[in-house]
C-alpha cells in the first residue's frame, strides 16, 4: 500500500483530460474556498473555466460530484507524500510526528483546499458523497495508530479511532483559527507543540 496506492472509485471511474483538469482546477479552488457554497453553480464554473457545461455535465450530474471528485484528488496526492515519507522510518513516534507536519505543510501549501474541506462547504454535504470516507487516508493513519498500540507504545486502552479524532481535530482547529488570524506566520511552525499535545494524550501512560 505504501508504495503504490490506488484512486478511490471515484477516481477510478472518471478520467477527465489533462486540459480540461488544468482549466477546472483554479476554478473549483476559487469558487468553492472564498464564496458560499450555496450561490456556486456548474454553469459559472464552465464559464470562468473556458470548459463547455455539456462536457462538465457529461462526468459530473451536480456541482457537489464535481467537487468532491477534486477533494478527492487532493487528498489522494497528500496520502502518497505521506506513504512515501514514512517508509523510511521505523519509530512510531517519529511515524506521528511526520504524519502532522506533513498534514499541516499540505494545507500551508493549499490553504485553498484547507478552507474548502474545513470551512466553506457544509460537512453535511460531503458526508453524504462517498468521498468523505477517505480510505485511503483514514487506513494509513490508523495502521501506524494500530502498530503504536501493538508495540506497546501508545495507550492500549484508548480506542484507535479515538486517537485518530485527536489527531485531526487538532490539525483542524489549528488551520481554523490560523485563517481566522489572518494566516500569519506558517501553519508548520505550530507542528512541534501540536506533536507534543498529541503525543501526550496518546502513548502508554507508563511511558509519559
Known amino acids: 500500500m505504501l508504495n503504490q496506492l490506488k484512486q ?3 477516481g477510478d471511474s472518471i478520467k477527465l483530460k489533462p486540459h480540461i483538469l488544468q482549466r477546472l482546477e483554479p476554478v473549483i ?6 464564496g458560499d457554497f450555496h450561490q456556486v453553480n456548474m ?10 457545461y455539456a462536457s462538465i455535465y457529461r462526468h459530473f450530474k451536480s456541482k457537489e460530484s464535481l467537487l468532491f471528485w477534486f477533494v478527492d484528488k487532493w487528498l489522494s ?8 515519507h514514512l517508509l523510511g522510518l521505523e519509530e512510531i513516534k517519529e511515524k506521528i510526528r511526520k504524519i502532522i507536519w506533513l498534514q499541516l505543510d499540505f494545507y500551508n501549501r493549499n ?5 474548502i474541506i474545513m470551512i466553506t462547504v457544509p460537512l453535511n454535504v460531503w458526508m453524504q458523497d462517498k468521498t468523505y470516507r477517505q480510505p485511503q487516508l483514514t487506513g494509513l493513519l490508523l495502521k501506524v495508530l494500530k502498530e503504536g498500540k501493538e508495540q506497546g507504545v501508545l495507550d492500549s486502552e484508548l480506542p484507535t479511532f479515538l486517537m485518530l479524532d485527536v489527531i485531526n481535530g487538532m490539525i483542524r482547529r489549528l488551520f481554523t483559527m490560523w485563517v481566522y488570524r489572518g494566516q500569519t506566520g506558517q501553519l508548520t511552525d505550530q507542528a512541534g507543540l501540536m506533536f507534543e499535545v498529541c503525543w501526550r494524550a496518546i502513548i502508554d501512560t507508563g511511558k509519559r
Do not use: H, T, Y
Open 77 to 84: 496526492e497528500l496520502v502518497q507524500r505521506m506513504a512515501d
Open 111 to 115: 490553504p485553498k483546499v484547507g478552507r
Open 8 to 10: 478511490n472509485d471515484i
Open 29 to 34: 479552488l476559487e469558487e468553492f474556498s472564498g
Open 43 to 52: 454553469r459559472n464554473i464552465a464559464q470562468k473555466a473556458g470548459v463547455g
